[in-house]
């Protein structure tokens, strides 16, 4: 007998099902239910066969002690993707709508040893010298600036309208950028995280992040930027590119998920409203059961070998699933008697998140400051109706519709509506227009009124 032949079947409209194939973790399906998958998964032991896009396979590990080992054994497996075989073989292409998260780039994410060591040292002691005063003057400062825009008509879409700009405009000025580039900065990141001409919006935000390291070379600041520069590490123009590009886009998609999850939280669980003051409690029970970076962490063996119940071969595709090592059995009864904090959103080892305290300040930070402006602010449409955007990496949702009795933002005038760097603007033919009006210069222009 077989031993899967007792096995679960895959959720409802899973392609997998009766087939024997490989778990997809895209389409709708996966993004409506992903914890039945995760479910599923788990019938494979610690780790299992999975499919990110169409052929593009992987081995998702789902267990948390397994997930542990992997993150922390930086001698079994590696993170430079150019060991991608796959990628490497031609089997994965790179216009793969994996491929801008999975192929190789020359920063710290993507570094072992020596190297990594280096660069790695350099990111977190820049960011450690994030003062978090400030950070809490620019949260608000953005939180009160984005409010004002919609403040006045009684409902928002707390995603495209509040968590998807504010860490946009709080790095901008973490990172000292002038009007001229954190407009373009701003358009270069929003078009590659909402796939609308990406490669054109990734020319943009690389060749803005250029000029602001050629900027910083001859006027340095009080900044993270002129801090990295500064580094004994002594990071070339190209190193310096690539960490700070790295920081600006890995950090704003996550960051703005756990702002939007969060708030979905707090929204949609009574204990909260009930209770009130738990925005701590809330960001922690999103980080452990609703993680922004749901699957992610990508490894490659160094060698063939067996691991966490699979074979696997030098240069396979291994990701860790925050989401189902958090979830799983073993971990929800530790979580009761443990810490609240032993999460694996943050994810773990020598390639832990390292911006996690300023992205939990940030959080906690904007979360607040929208309620002490909007304390009605209540969910707009029926929870069972919001839907999640399709993925395998992030969970995010598609939109957060809320309501609230309307005002008018104390001691500033309304701004007039941003410039949001939307499809139309996003065409190659009028990209310099959304980068010469964008929404870092009238965030700018609305502080010194």
Not at 24 to 53: I, K, S, T
Not at 283 to 294: G, K, R, V, Y
Request: aromatic share 8%.
């Amino acid at each position: 007998m077989n031993a899967h032949d007792n096995a679960p079947v895959p959720p409802p409209g899973c392609p997998a099902h009766g087939s024997g194939g490989r778990v997809p973790l895209y389409g709708p399906e996966f993004a409506a239910a992903p914890q039945a998958y995760y479910d599923f998964l788990r019938h494979y032991g610690p780790a299992a066969p999975v499919e990110l896009a169409p052929g593009v396979e992987a081995t998702l590990v789902t267990d948390y002690a397994a997930a542990l080992q992997l993150l922390q054994d930086s001698g079994s497996f590696r993170k430079d993707a150019r060991r991608w075989r796959a990628f490497g073989e031609g089997k994965v292409g790179p216009d793969s709508p994996v491929a801008p998260l999975l192929a190789y780039r020359p920063n710290c994410m993507f570094a072992d040893g020596a190297d990594h060591l280096r660069l790695r040292q350099a990111v977190t002691d820049s960011m450690a010298r994030v003062d978090t005063r400030r950070l809490t003057r620019s949260t608000e400062q953005a939180s009160r600036y984005l409010v004002a825009q919609f403040a006045g008509r009684g409902s928002a879409d707390l995603l495209a309208d509040y968590a998807r700009q504010l860490p946009l405009f709080v790095f901008n000025e973490l990172f000292g950028c002038p009007p001229e580039i954190g407009d373009r900065v701003l358009f270069g990141i929003s078009g590659m995280f909402d796939g609308i001409n990406a490669d054109k919006a990734t020319e943009v935000l690389f060749q803005a992040v250029g000029e602001l390291v050629a900027l910083k070379r001859s006027k340095p600041g009080d900044d993270v930027t002129s801090w990295l520069m500064q580094h004994q590490a002594r990071l070339d123009d190209e190193e310096m590119v690539h960490q700070l590009a790295l920081l600006l886009g890995a950090g704003a998609e996550p960051l703005r998920n756990l702002i939007g999850n969060t708030l979905h939280r707090l929204l949609t669980h009574e204990r909260y409203a009930r209770e009130g003051g738990l925005i701590d409690e809330a960001l922690d029970d999103t980080l452990w059961e609703n993680p922004p970076m749901a699957n992610y962490a990508p490894h490659y063996p160094a060698s063939d070998m067996e691991f966490a119940g699979q074979q696997l071969q030098a240069g396979d595709l291994v990701l860790v699933s925050f989401a189902a090592a958090n979830t799983g059995p073993a971990q929800t009864a530790a979580r009761r008697s443990g810490s609240n904090r032993a999460h694996l959103a943050w994810s773990a080892g020598p390639h832990a998140c390292p911006s996690k305290e300023p992205a939990r300040h940030i959080t906690v930070t904007a979360v607040e400051d929208l309620f002490n402006q909007l304390p009605d602010l209540h969910l707009a449409v029926p929870e069972d109706s919001l839907t999640w955007r399709p993925g395998p990496f992030h969970r995010a949702l598609t939109a957060l519709p809320a309501r609230f009795t309307p005002v008018r933002a104390a001691g500033q005038h309304a701004p007039e509506p941003a410039v949001t760097a939307s499809a139309q603007d996003r065409g190659a033919g009028t990209a310099r227009k959304a980068e010469r009006t964008g929404m870092w210069s009238q965030f700018l222009n609305w502080l010194t009124r």
